[in-house]
């Protein structure tokens, strides 16, 4: 069953969850157990509910990656996320450590998202493509060790991959995405990409809501979060 130190935020309407990577969002193909089955056992132990628990799904995390998850308890929340996802309603800020020190220490990305979905993966370019789609986001260098490099990155629209397609395409690799042309694979066999933070308006009280995700423990996060507290 879910850890209760892994929940975020929870009411009646939103319970918000911090994923560890290798966790499904969902289910897929492969079957496998899924963050929403802990978080249903979690809601029909807790509060003692009969039959099949509801939860809803408005935003995905890729497998490979952790932070902050949203879930809707209820059909009328779901509604309202779901509207404010795919527009401009949330602020979706993502911590990536990568193998190089970028050019700029702030920038912004701009490119053309084409996705293969036989692969699953996406290519950046520069210039538009048939079927591509636009691709938008503002990076900050935080800080640095030796060999690597902590990246915020501020994400203006959801494509697929986006994040790790649009830093391989100005020569960024973030540690263990070997599908992106990292030189190694993590340990747990994730990447070092993680929903740190997200605000938006609650959908039934209308406040606004900041949820911050801690990242893994590992000790490179761990020394990046020492960094960036200090």
Request: glycine share 6%; charged share 25%; proline share 3%.
């Amino acid at each position: 069953m879910l850890d209760k130190n892994r929940i975020l935020y929870e009411d009646n309407h939103l319970i918000v969850v911090n994923k560890r990577v290798g966790e499904l969002v969902q289910g897929d193909d492969t079957g496998d157990r899924t963050l929403a089955d802990d978080v249903k056992e979690y809601l029909k132990v807790t509060y003692n509910k009969p039959g099949n628990v509801y939860l809803g799904i408005p935003h995905r995390l890729d497998r490979p990656t952790s932070g902050i998850v949203v879930y809707a308890k209820t059909e009328k929340a779901l509604i309202r996320l779901n509207e404010m996802f795919r527009g401009s309603g949330v602020k979706k800020i993502y911590w990536a450590i990568v193998d190089k020190r970028p050019q700029k220490e702030k920038a912004t990305l701009v490119h053309y998202i084409v996705r293969n979905s036989e692969n699953n993966k996406s290519t950046a370019y520069s210039v538009e493509k048939n079927g591509s789609k636009i691709a938008k986001l503002d990076y900050t260098l935080l800080s640095s060790s030796d060999n690597y490099h902590l990246l915020e990155i501020n994400l203006h629209t959801g494509r697929h991959h986006q994040i790790r397609a649009q830093l391989a395409a100005i020569g960024l690799h973030i540690k263990g995405d070997l599908k992106y042309g990292a030189a190694r694979s993590n340990r747990d066999g994730g990447i070092c990409l993680h929903a740190r933070s997200i605000t938006f308006i609650h959908p039934v009280k209308k406040t606004e809501m900041k949820i911050i995700a801690p990242p893994p423990e590992d000790n490179l996060w761990s020394c990046f979060l020492e960094k960036t507290s200090e």
